[in-house]
């Protein structure tokens, strides 16, 4: 998926401007009303994250899939909820995406090992 | 040596005028294979090397770490297990996958006192391969996913394995009795060990910190010559610390002797083996390895039992395995006879190694006998240090501990002083002291130290 962030983060200026219009998104989004992370909107059916949810720690695991059940409870009863247990900004941070991308980077290498040619020196 | 009536005049001539100082033609052989380590120091960390002139080369890591050293019960193990695993520069699959397109070897193992990283290659590659133990040695990672993923995923068939060697468990159980703590210490996880409770990344990676430091270990080649290893260790060994950045040091207690006894039920295989303190790996007493070699167990050539006691006595008895021999360690050993196969067999073994010790003690060995166990015990000796992994294995870990390696040729030579006197005496001084037994398997058959004659 092409992504602009990086091009974005690049550019200190260009990134202070946006990041009023990025929380703005964030919190229109909705999840964050429902008590989640971002993370855990993530797409679970997939080898990676399959793996990635494995490495959690017991704690990470139990709190993420309390999160999910308390929103998934909330969109049966078609209610949000209370203000206070909202996900403050600063507390929706990445704890899924950082073991990802080293997933990724292992099955990545991974395939490519698996396929390489090897060329003889001599 | 060549005679000089064997040489022309022009050799002879050469010889003169070069002296003492040997010049090298092209042609000549670097140096003599001479078959002994040379030892040099680069920037406090020791290194030996050994130059047969061979095709492959054997680089190895020997660390102060065996589980006689462990903090903690397991650590050993864990730390071992962890050898080629992700470092900071590269991941255990392309570690592995690139000494497999080199043809490499890469292989970790411990003993009770030392802890071994070997990679076994083609000459040419030493420096990649010395870079990667350097890499092992300093910048493995120890995550946590490949302890629950890799590490503890096997564990349950190694603990299988231990479990199933029960004259393995017999030599485990005999060294918890004899020396209880550090040399006692189990050298497996054996199947009931709580492996989780002891044992988990951040504890293996303390553990590493502290022996993976300069003085605690050293660098062994088998095969690669002293001034190319000493390159290539100079560079890329830098970055190993040289003390513990935690500042902490290792335990290690002087070993002490108990003895005594320790049975265990055990439905797989029947095994005893009776020890009694032996000779340390300085060679402290030199009667122990003959007495070892005399005491015996298996033939050295074919179609007759040979010339040691136990193998004559048990000529008859079929599905046993017999042998006696001295676990040298660092500051202790222990004599141990090894007997395991049917119950009725090791039983009727057990009592007949009793009466051998017996016979020695009371100087019923011919003379004969005597000569043959020095000179059995004398080419066991040298044999084992010049075959490859166990030669490597014995540099490294007197490197580690007393900062040479030793003198085989020295320790050889003080075996021709036992005599069958010195024997005599000896024999009876282990007969009078505190034996120790352990016994697995089939109890109701296989004897207690009391009703074999010993002392526990």
């Known amino acids: ?122 | 040596m060549l005679s000089r009536s064997a040489l022309t005049k022009g050799v002879q001539h050469a010889a003169r005028r070069s002296g003492a100082v040997s010049r090298r033609g092209f042609a000549a052989a670097a140096s003599a294979p001479t078959g002994s380590y040379e030892t040099a120091d680069i920037s406090g960390l020791r290194v030996a090397s050994k130059d047969t002139q061979g095709p492959t080369t054997t680089l190895a890591v020997v660390a102060k770490a065996g589980t006689r050293y462990q903090p903690l019960p397991g650590l050993t193990f864990g730390l071992e297990q962890y050898a080629f695993k992700t470092t900071q520069r590269r991941s255990a699959l392309r570690i592995h996958r690139e000494s497999e397109l080199l043809g490499g070897q890469l292989t970790a193992s411990h003993t009770r006192e030392a802890l071994v990283i070997e990679a076994s290659f083609l000459r040419d590659d030493l420096p990649y391969f010395a870079e990667l133990l350097a890499e092992v040695v300093s910048q493995t990672k120890y995550t946590t996913h490949e302890f629950h993923e890799e590490i503890e995923r096997i564990l349950p068939f190694k603990k299988a394995a231990v479990h199933a060697d029960v004259a393995g468990l017999a030599l485990d159980n005999a060294h918890a009795v004899a020396f209880h703590n550090g040399l006692g210490a189990a050298l497996n996880p054996s199947a009931s060990f709580p492996f989780q409770k002891y044992v988990n990344e951040e504890y293996v990676s303390s553990f590493a910190d502290v022996v993976y430091s300069k003085p605690n270990i050293a660098v062994v080649a088998d095969g690669a010559g002293a001034q190319n290893l000493s390159k290539w260790v100079d560079q890329f060994f830098k970055s190993v610390p040289a003390a513990a950045r935690s500042g902490q040091t290792l335990k290690s207690e002087p070993t002490k002797y108990y003895g005594g006894e320790q049975r265990t039920s055990h439905p797989a295989g029947n095994a005893v083996v009776i020890a009694f303190p032996g000779s340390d790996t300085a060679g402290s007493k030199p009667e122990i390895e003959v007495l070892a070699t005399l005491l015996g167990g298996q033939s050295t050539i074919k179609w007759t039992p040979g010339f040691s006691l136990l193998a004559k006595a048990t000529a008859g008895t079929s599905g046993l395995s017999v042998g006696a021999s001295n676990q040298a360690y660092s500051d202790a050993g222990l004599l141990t006879i090894q007997l395991s196969g049917a119950a009725a067999s090791v039983r009727k073994a057990a009592e007949e190694t009793v009466k051998a010790l017996k016979a020695i003690a009371a100087g019923n060995v011919s003379k004969e006998d005597v000569a043959k166990a020095v000179a059995n015990a004398k080419f066991g000796l040298l044999e084992k240090a010049q075959t490859r992994g166990a030669g490597i294995l014995l540099a490294g870990t007197s490197l580690v501990h007393s900062g040479k390696v030793q003198d085989l040729a020295a320790l050889a030579k003080s075996l021709d002083a036992v005599t069958a006197d010195k024997l005599k005496t000896t024999a009876k001084s282990l007969l009078d002291g505190k034996a120790t037994v352990s016994t697995v398997g089939d109890l109701f058959v296989l004897p207690y130290a009391e009703e074999l004659g010993l002392r526990v």
């Open chain 1, 1 to 122: 998926m092409v992504s602009l962030a990086p091009f974005v983060l690049k550019r200190p200026w260009l990134t202070k401007m946006l990041t009023p219009a990025a929380n703005w998104y964030a919190n229109a989004a909705g999840y964050r009303q429902l008590g989640l992370r971002y993370d855990d909107l993530l797409e679970e059916e997939n080898e990676a994250v399959q793996i990635a949810l494995q490495r959690l720690s017991p704690k990470e695991a139990y709190e993420r899939v309390y999160r999910i059940r308390r929103s998934v409870q909330c969109s049966t009863i078609h209610k949000l909820l209370p203000k206070d247990q909202w996900t403050k900004p600063e507390e929706d941070v990445p704890y899924l995406r950082t073991i990802l991308q080293q997933v990724e980077a292992e099955l990545a290498e991974k395939d490519a090992l698996d396929s390489m040619t090897v060329i003889k020196k001599h």
